[in-house]
């Protein structure tokens, strides 16, 4: 914590506990401390984050036309009918490295950087997007990037492509990918507590003293931003608490009433669904609080094994379902897009000056083919939030007849929106037009 250069007021603190704090008007959250006298507050960072989802979509579902709030949406993309003017629907764009060998982990496994990838089960890649941004900007706060998932990595060899690049769509470097935090307490402590370790008291009850001392000295209005806030710390504090204690087991329906051997202390909710809306919330609060300014949510991997019982559809694994265009299957992508409109119902509550988290934001969701017959020559891509203002969203942008139409321009104009210009980025050296 020392290295790192922070306004005095940005966190609430405790025994062994580094709470950050929402934006306030009262309060130079950002730790901005030039030109105090001419700002009353500071200016709310642009936040990026990524969701992704393995297999692609129903063929005939993913889609969208038309412009602001009387676009139309696919049946897929219906959660997100409430934003559907902060909405960027983008079609076209591919990898085409992932051409290459036409297969799950070689489709997943450069999502995020269009780097070649090696096979032959060696692993090599390239620095994804969202680490750049954390090299570039991680300094600035407590955790440099937040990177989260919802299945477990895979470490076998799956035609001649290492499973390791389905598992992972961030990467520290060209040969490490970066671990992903499967446990939703882990990754709330890392959040706010200075050292991760299991029996510590709450977070809340650690920095009681401190958020009571700040009340005084802020505006009422932040006094109730600041009591909302502490109440979403407690839910989700609550929520991880009884996480797993349902019965109910992801991927397999038990025998029996309960199950016949002691849940392990693993922290991983066994219900898929309380298991990703936890990540969600975290996602939301790192946001919220600028612990981090990038995060990476991987819902589940590439050539999924994952179940829906919650749905009613547990006769077959996700990566099975994807082959054909079943209501079942349209049932399961409507319950993926549910987690992006609730990160951004979530963020667009959280009011910062006179925009919102949503619109300081950029979420990016996408999945490595767009059908599960491994097409992906065309990519499912969708942007959600205003980028700080620097995104015109409530638009359809087809690229698909356009000589550019890389994956990685595409980055290289969401760089620009987080302050780092680069003249090129993976296989790409020109900006997506209009982006």
Same mark, same amino acid.
């Not at 090299?135 to 706060?141: L, N």
């Not at 991760?196 to 006094?223: F, M, N, P, W």
């Not at 767009?370 to 995104?391: D, I, R």
């Given at each position: 914590?020392?290295?790192?250069?922070?306004? @005095?007021?940005? $966190?609430? =603190? +405790?025994?062994?506990?580094?709470? &950050? *704090?929402?934006?306030?008007?009262?309060?130079?959250?950002? !730790?901005?401390?030039?030109?105090?006298?001419?700002?009353?507050?500071?200016?709310?960072?642009?936040?990026?984050?990524?969701?992704?989802?393995?297999?692609?979509?129903?063929?005939?579902?993913?889609?969208?036309?038309?412009?602001?709030?009387?676009?139309?949406?696919?049946?897929?993309?219906?959660?997100?009918?409430?934003?559907?003017? @902060?909405?960027? $629907?983008? =079609? +076209?764009?591919?990898?085409?490295? &992932? *051409?290459?060998?036409?297969?799950?982990?070689?489709?997943? !496994?450069?999502?995020?950087?269009?780097?070649?990838?090696?096979?032959?089960?060696?692993?090599?890649?390239?620095?994804?997007?969202?680490?750049?941004?954390?090299?570039?900007?991680?300094?600035?706060?407590?955790?440099?990037?937040?990177?989260?998932?919802?299945?477990?990595?895979?470490?076998?060899?799956?035609?001649?492509?290492?499973?390791?690049?389905?598992?992972?769509?961030?990467?520290?470097?060209?040969? &490490?990918?970066?671990?992903?935090?499967?446990?939703?307490?882990?990754?709330?402590?890392?959040?706010?507590?200075?050292?991760?370790?299991?029996?510590?008291?709450?977070?809340?009850?650690?920095?009681?003293?401190?958020?009571?001392?700040?009340?005084?000295?802020?505006?009422?209005?932040?006094?109730?931003?600041?009591?909302?806030?502490?109440?979403?710390?407690?839910?989700?504090?609550?929520?991880?608490?009884?996480?797993?204690?349902?019965?109910?087991?992801?991927?397999?329906?038990?025998?029996?009433?309960?199950?016949?051997?002691?849940?392990?202390?693993?922290?991983?909710?066994?219900?898929?669904?309380?298991?990703?809306?936890?990540?969600?919330?975290?996602?939301?609060?790192?946001?919220?609080?600028?612990?981090?300014?990038?995060?990476?949510?991987?819902?589940?991997?590439?050539?999924?094994?994952?179940?829906?019982?919650?749905?009613?559809?547990?006769?077959?694994?996700?990566?099975?379902?994807?082959?054909?265009?079943?209501?079942?299957?349209?049932?399961?992508?409507?319950?993926?897009?549910?987690?992006?409109?609730?990160?951004?119902?979530?963020?667009?509550?959280?009011?910062?000056?006179?925009?919102?988290?949503?619109?300081?934001?950029?979420?990016?969701?996408?999945?490595?083919?767009?059908?599960?017959?491994?097409?992906?020559?065309?990519?499912?891509?969708?942007?959600?939030?205003?980028?700080?203002?620097?995104?015109?969203?409530?638009?359809?942008?087809?690229?698909?007849?356009?000589?550019?139409?890389?994956?990685?321009?595409?980055?290289?104009?969401?760089?620009?929106?987080?302050?780092?210009?680069?003249?090129?980025?993976?296989?790409?050296?020109?900006?997506?037009?209009?982006?």
């Amino acid at each position: 914590m020392k290295s790192h250069h922070f306004a @005095r007021r940005t $966190f609430l =603190r +405790g025994v062994g506990v580094t709470m &950050a *704090l929402p934006w306030m008007e009262s309060l130079k959250v950002w !730790g901005d401390e030039t030109n105090q006298k001419s700002h009353a507050g500071s200016e709310a960072p642009v936040r990026m984050a990524v969701l992704f989802s393995g297999n692609g979509f129903h063929s005939k579902e993913w889609w969208a036309k038309g412009s602001g709030k009387a676009m139309e949406l696919g049946k897929v993309l219906s959660p997100l009918n409430d934003f559907r003017d @902060r909405l960027l $629907f983008i =079609r +076209g764009l591919f990898n085409e490295e &992932a *051409l290459k060998g036409n297969i799950h982990s070689s489709q997943t !496994g450069n999502l995020l950087s269009g780097a070649p990838l090696a096979s032959g089960g060696d692993i090599r890649s390239g620095t994804s997007v969202d680490q750049l941004i954390a090299q570039r900007h991680g300094h600035s706060t407590k955790v440099p990037s937040l990177v989260l998932g919802c299945e477990k990595s895979n470490p076998s060899v799956h035609k001649n492509y290492s499973m390791i690049y389905s598992s992972h769509i961030s990467w520290t470097s060209p040969t &490490a990918p970066t671990p992903l935090e499967l446990y939703p307490s882990l990754a709330f402590d890392r959040l706010f507590k200075d050292e991760v370790q299991r029996g510590d008291k709450s977070v809340l009850d650690a920095v009681l003293e401190d958020a009571t001392s700040l009340r005084q000295h802020i505006s009422h209005s932040d006094q109730v931003k600041l009591d909302e806030y502490l109440d979403s710390v407690r839910e989700i504090e609550l929520r991880i608490d009884q996480a797993g204690k349902k019965g109910e087991l992801q991927g397999w329906r038990p025998t029996l009433d309960k199950p016949n051997m002691a849940r392990p202390a693993d922290g991983i909710p066994q219900n898929i669904a309380d298991h990703m809306r936890l990540m969600c919330d975290i996602l939301v609060l790192a946001f919220q609080t600028d612990t981090t300014r990038v995060c990476t949510l991987k819902l589940n991997n590439d050539h999924s094994a994952m179940r829906f019982p919650h749905l009613g559809v547990d006769y077959m694994i996700h990566h099975l379902l994807s082959h054909s265009d079943t209501a079942d299957w349209l049932k399961v992508n409507q319950f993926f897009l549910e987690q992006l409109g609730y990160i951004a119902g979530k963020l667009d509550t959280i009011q910062e000056g006179e925009r919102t988290a949503l619109d300081n934001s950029m979420l990016l969701y996408c999945s490595s083919m767009l059908t599960g017959n491994h097409e992906a020559n065309s990519l499912p891509v969708v942007v959600l939030g205003g980028g700080g203002g620097k995104l015109q969203s409530g638009r359809v942008l087809d690229y698909t007849e356009q000589s550019n139409r890389k994956m990685c321009s595409l980055y290289l104009s969401m760089l620009d929106k987080c302050d780092i210009h680069l003249t090129e980025f993976g296989d790409s050296r020109e900006r997506l037009a209009e982006v």
